[in-house]
């Protein structure tokens, strides 16, 4: 198998609207009841299981016996991993930031006027 960095790096880049979909089922899982380390480890999965075959697919293996090379599989399960990974942590993100913001202006005061004698 030939490296080739660009090929990588074009999949990746390529697949930047599959951490929006892998996001979108973060989401799903936890509305389901996933929560915590069960949400981690379903985002890790997700990512996996779209990750891998979208970075087969992009590489563009060569015919024959390309799934007993390393190099593949390596790489497809990084970038799952990867997606996986990041789409849980911009999802917590998200989630407090948008929690913070709920309360932030949702919170009502009152203005006082000022004692005028």
């Known amino acids: 198998m030939d490296f080739?960095?660009?090929?990588?790096?074009?999949?990746?880049?390529?697949?930047?609207?599959?951490?929006?979909?892998?996001i979108g089922l973060v989401?799903?899982?936890?509305?389901l009841g996933a929560k915590g380390k069960a949400q981690l480890v379903s985002s890790m999965v997700t990512g996996l299981a779209l990750g891998l075959p979208y970075m087969i697919t992009q590489t563009r293996p060569p015919v024959g016996d390309w799934w007993l090379s390393f190099g593949y599989w390596f790489a497809g399960i990084i970038y799952g991993l990867g997606l996986g990974v990041l789409s849980s942590v911009l999802y917590n993100i998200n989630k407090d930031l948008i929690k913070k913001l709920i309360e932030k202006y949702t919170t009502v005061t009152f203005y006082q006027q000022p004692d005028v004698e």
């Open 27 to 31: 989401w799903v899982w936890g509305e």
């Open 4 to 22: 080739d960095l660009a090929i990588y790096v074009k999949a990746a880049v390529s697949g930047v609207p599959l951490l929006f979909v892998v």
